[in-house]
């Protein structure tokens, strides 16, 4: 008992010794030490809570000068001017972060004869470790900008040194520092807890001692930066007699900078006074005492937030004032009276769908729409889809500059961001980047010259469209980030982080329908919200707020989700019955169809393969215990049976238990979701496909006029023939257009509102002239000039489709499908695609009414005739069928022989608008 008592004496006593060593180890260690963290080398805690997160590098394999492989201190394992450490600094609590520091550290790592080799040969994070705890008091500095408001995070490389004098990241490459940035904000993006959005957060770069260096060689490069400060370096380079600090400012790629200098040092100040003399006003520059060269940093960082002049050891030298109107720049041009701002836009498909949109709902257009009274919106020759940099700069000098307009609507640009292929096999990432710098440079300076307002919208991103690579993402981001930092600029339209808020460099669902444009409804609308929001001064009075989603009724959800038929009926497998339940709003008033179907076929198979495997091994247990009855002691048959009863047992229960199992493994491997579908209202084409029947002599209803009997009529020959240059094909397919339309009456209105020559109406002629900026003249429908102009459209469009489809077509089917054009452009462009020959037309047109169109005759739209009677699929496709094989007929007989001609623009009235006589 005596033995017992002691040992319970001594066990109570380890384990009390063991409870408080453990709690003063963990008060220590969360004090200060070294903590672990998957993807980082060592996450090392300072007393403070700032964090160092530390990590070896694989930007490596850049080609460096001789002069750095040649040195035989230099690690032989990393091949490039930054070595492969890293480190990411956060301050205590980080969550959220809101600005970003790239931190070039100077000349350390030296060895104890001062010869410039660096001292550690092969380089470790524990380097970077060091530098965090002792020479640069990171942990003090992130914890200050907290203190001052900034929740930052920084990005440290360790900088190889040739020279006492010289970083070799001095010869720092864009290529080089892209890959360092985007590898250090991805590491960021695993830490647990971080929100981080780089294109949200403010660039700061900063450079002490030689590192300043590497700041003059990241602004050669042309790269941004919101702030750029400079602690203790404004040395003159012995090498080139460089003085570092007034190169960098005069770089302008920054808005502002901030230069702190020991003033009794002579060798970090030589370049003040030239700096000083620069005179910017974005430049501010402070002189300390009583500091040390490392403590200038420290106690500096946030002055260019907080103001505290060096926690009071500095003074203002040159202070930065915010300028006015910009260096080199003309004032802006003021408006006259009643005068309207002439605004040009300038980009690339993203812009052109922005005016040209089918439906009206282009931002450009809605621009013009909302702001008719003071802006005239131009974009007719400045947007094209699939051009870049070379017609952005075409565009300005051409269409734009010295043309008297107010305000430049430019495009950042996305189309040529990707590698190019260079001739000795290798791949050139940064030449579309440098090119759109240059160009977008020249753009930006002569417009500013010429007191022109400029307004950058900013690309969005595109992963998931076909052309997307992730150099040209990255490139995308560095552009972007380039053209909002340029001080230039008068405002910059962040469309990126408005449409990717998951930062995966694709267009959040919803809003696009190519992963490319912003197409769909909600999409169109977001460039424009955000231009009248920070540009044309908030949501006018005059717009309409857009109308809440209306809810999908039980019908309307029965008649687009069909409950399946399966080929094998499972008992037990009863489908959904599509009701309103399976429709979802989302924030934006999208409306989602959840298909439930697979989820419930695949848990009936489940359920009833449970009942067949229990049903098996139930009489598999009968046949073992039959087994075990009959076996009459016989060791062998007795051990069969057992052995067949514990299989039928062990299958009973794990098919019965598999449903728990798995969903304590992972609740989503038994989760069956519902498909969801976006659903997209369809749009009437009525627009295009209306069916209006020809002119039949018997429709007219008011208007007056007179129709004509003889086909030869030259009435109006004056006026199709000066649209011949338009059209490409002879202008007397045009004549039999118009004798098929309206028997050359030029007044004639039918009973559906079709008028004119053409018979269209000003919807139509809107949408199908606005590419030409012709949509004034849609209000005089009856005068022959402005029918010819929207038949002259009509039929070029028609034109340009037969020759990408149909080439080699015969003379009969070009007339047949130019005449389809007119009348029902989808239905013969569905046609086209199937068979260039116009005898097959009229049954594919049926099947497209029937079914593409989704005719039914309760669509009074879709089947409403001229007369106001509704028609068959059949009775539409045979009116289109007849009336194009009428115009074949008549364009013959007029001699047409060919259906090819040159396009002059200079003569062609849609083009050259001085020549529209009327």
Not at 75 to 81: E, I, L, M
Not at 296 to 317: E, H, M, P, R, S
């Amino acid at each position: 008992m005596q033995k017992t008592k002691k040992y319970l004496f001594f066990l109570s006593s380890i384990f009390i010794l063991s409870i408080f060593f453990n709690l003063n180890i963990k008060e220590t260690l969360a004090a200060e030490g070294f903590q672990t963290l998957n993807g980082f080398q060592e996450v090392y805690e300072a007393s403070n809570g700032s964090k160092i997160y530390t990590y070896m590098s694989a930007c490596t394999g850049i080609v460096e000068p001789p002069s750095l492989t040649n040195n035989p201190t230099r690690d032989p394992k990393t091949a490039s001017h930054l070595q492969a450490p890293r480190a990411i600094i956060l301050p205590a609590g980080a969550s959220t972060i809101t600005d970003t520091f790239v931190y070039f550290h100077g000349v350390v790592f030296i060895d104890s004869e001062q010869t410039g080799k660096e001292k550690v040969a092969t380089p470790t994070t524990n380097d970077l470790i060091n530098l965090f705890k002792s020479q640069y008091f990171f942990d003090r500095e992130i914890a200050t900008l907290k203190t001052a408001g900034k929740q930052a995070v920084m990005f440290v490389p360790r900088l190889y040194q040739t020279t006492l004098q010289v970083n070799s990241a001095s010869k720092l490459t864009a290529n080089e520092f892209n890959c360092f940035y985007q590898e250090a904000q991805q590491k960021l993006a695993t830490i647990p807890g971080i929100s981080y959005n780089p294109a949200q957060t403010n660039l700061t770069v900063a450079g002490h001692s030689a590192g300043v260096n590497t700041v003059r060689f990241y602004s050669d490069k042309g790269l941004q930066a919101n702030n750029i400060l400079l602690f203790d370096g404004c040395y003159i380079s012995s090498a080139d007699s460089i003085s570092w600090c007034p190169t960098i400012v005069s770089k302008n790629t920054a808005n502002n900078y901030f230069i702190y200098y020991d003033k009794n040092s002579a060798s970090t100040s030589k370049g003040i006074p030239a700096t000083s003399n620069l005179n910017s006003s974005k430049t501010k520059i402070v002189a300390t005492t009583g500091l040390g060269h490392f403590e200038v940093a420290t106690n500096c960082i946030a002055d260019y937030t907080d103001n505290k002049l060096c926690n009071g050891k500095g003074t203002v030298v040159t202070a930065s004032t915010p300028p006015t109107t910009p260096a080199n720049t003309a004032p802006s041009k003021p408006l006259a009276p009643g005068q309207k701002v002439k605004v040009a836009a300038i980009g690339s498909s993203s812009f052109w769908q922005g005016c040209f949109d089918s439906y009206g709902k282009g931002f450009i257009q809605e621009l013009q729409k909302t702001l008719t009274n003071t802006h005239i919106f131009y974009c007719k020759d400045t947007t094209e889809s699939g051009k870049g940099y070379t017609f952005f700069l075409n565009s300005w000098r051409t269409y734009v500059k010295g043309k008297g307009y107010n305000e430049l609507l430019l495009y950042a640009g996305l189309n040529g961001l990707g590698c190019v292929k260079k001739t000795d096999g290798s791949f050139d990432c940064e030449d579309g980047l440098n090119k759109y710098k240059q160009n977008l440079d020249i753009i930006i300076s002569e417009a500013k010259n010429e007191g022109i307002k400029i307004i950058i919208v900013g690309a969005q991103p595109f992963k998931g469209y076909s052309s997307w690579t992730e150099p040209a993402g990255n490139n995308i981001i560095t552009n972007n980030q380039r053209l909002k930092n340029d001080p230039r600029i008068d405002a910059y339209i962040d469309v990126y982080s408005v449409v990717d808020k998951n930062n995966d460099k694709a267009i959040d669902d919803g809003l696009s329908s190519d992963h490319l444009h912003l197409n769909t409804p909600t999409g169109k609308k977001i460039v424009y919200d955000l231009l009248m929001q920070q540009v044309y001064s908030g949501t006018p009075t005059n717009v309409t707020p857009t109308a809440t989603t209306k809810p999908l009724t039980d019908s309307e959800v029965a008649n687009l989700i069909k409950q399946p038929t399966p080929e094998i009926n499972i008992p037990g497998l009863n489908f959904s019955e599509p009701n309103a339940s399976l429709v979802t709003t989302d924030a934006s008033g999208n409306q989602w169809l959840s298909i439930p179907y697979l989820g419930e076929y695949i848990a009936a198979v489940y359920k009833y393969g449970i009942i067949i495997i229990s049903v098996i091994a139930v009489f598999s247990i009968i046949i073992s215990g039959v087994m075990l009855i009959g076996s009459g002691g016989n060791s062998d048959i007795v051990s069969q049976a057992k052995k067949r009863m514990m299989m039928s047992v062990i299958g009973i229960v794990v098919s019965t238990t598999s449903y728990t199992l798995l969903y304590v493994i992972n609740p989503d491997l038994v989760n069956f979701r519902d498909l969801k579908i976006l659903y997209v209202k369809g749009e009437d084409l009525a627009t295009y496909d209306s069916g209006q029947r020809p002119y039949d002599g018997g429709l007219q209803t008011d208007g007056g006029g007179i129709a004509s009997k003889d086909l030869k009529d030259p009435k109006h020959d004056s006026v199709f023939q000066k649209y011949e240059s338009c059209i490409g094909v002879d202008w007397q397919v045009l004549k039999a257009i118009a004798f098929t339309e309206s028997r050359y009456n030029e007044s004639v209105v039918n009973k559906l509102g079709f008028t004119g020559l053409f018979q269209t109406k000003t919807e139509y002629c809107e949408s199908v002239v606005k590419k030409y900026g012709l949509e004034k003249y849609c209000n005089n429908l009856k005068n022959p000039e402005v029918s010819t102009i929207v038949g002259s459209a009509f039929l070029k469009s028609s034109v340009d489709r037969i020759n990408s489809i149909c080439p080699n077509a015969s003379i009969e089917s070009k007339i047949y499908f130019m005449y389809l054009g007119h009348h029902s452009p989808a239905a013969g462009y569905k046609a086209m695609k199937k068979s260039c020959n116009y005898l097959d037309a009229k049954p594919i047109m049926i099947d497209y009414w029937n079914n593409d169109h989704i005719c039914k005759p309760s669509n009074t739209k879709c089947y409403a005739d001229s007369s106001g009677n509704p028609r068959t699929a059949t009775a539409i496709a045979t009116e289109a069928d007849n009336g194009a094989k009428g115009v074949i007929k008549r364009a013959l007989q007029l001699g047409v022989t060919n259906t090819s001609s040159s396009i002059d623009k200079n003569t062609c009235p849609l083009y050259n608008h001085s020549l529209i006589t009327f």
